[in-house]
């Protein structure tokens, strides 16, 4: 089992930057993968970045690269997005999610999920 808390979400104008965090419980946060997903206002929820369980590997949604960042520090059970240049276009609540399967990109991948945290960016 984990349990997944987000924080960092606010409301920034466009340009801005902010970074997500999202604390794992457990003992075995290193063995699983994770990602970030958001769901803007009437839209189904997207994937957004994944991180293997080592770091070793990470994955973008197109819309996003160059501007987000996903990392994790595994002393901290904690995995980071941090999201520059924010855009109108990015105001969604942000979910981050554990799976040890090894697809990334897909929803229906993931085991468990956090709250979700809201960014919202204003023009």
């Known amino acids: 089992q984990v349990q997944l808390v987000e924080s960092g979400g606010g409301l920034v104008q466009a340009g801005g930057s902010l970074r997500l965090s999202c604390a794992a419980s457990?003992?075995?946060?290193?063995?699983?993968?994770m990602g970030w997903f958001r769901q803007g206002p009437g839209k189904e929820r997207e994937f957004v970045a994944a991180i293997r369980w080592s770091g070793s590997s990470t994955y973008y949604a197109d819309s996003v690269k160059g501007r987000f960042t996903i990392s994790r520090d595994n002393a901290k059970n904690t995995v980071y997005l941090q999201i520059n240049t924010l855009k109108p276009e990015d105001t969604a609540v942000y979910y981050c999610a554990a799976t040890q399967r090894a697809y990334l990109l897909g929803r229906q991948t993931y085991d468990y999920w956090g709250q979700g945290t809201q960014v919202t960016v204003s023009s």
């Open positions: 457990g003992r075995t946060f290193s063995s699983y993968n």
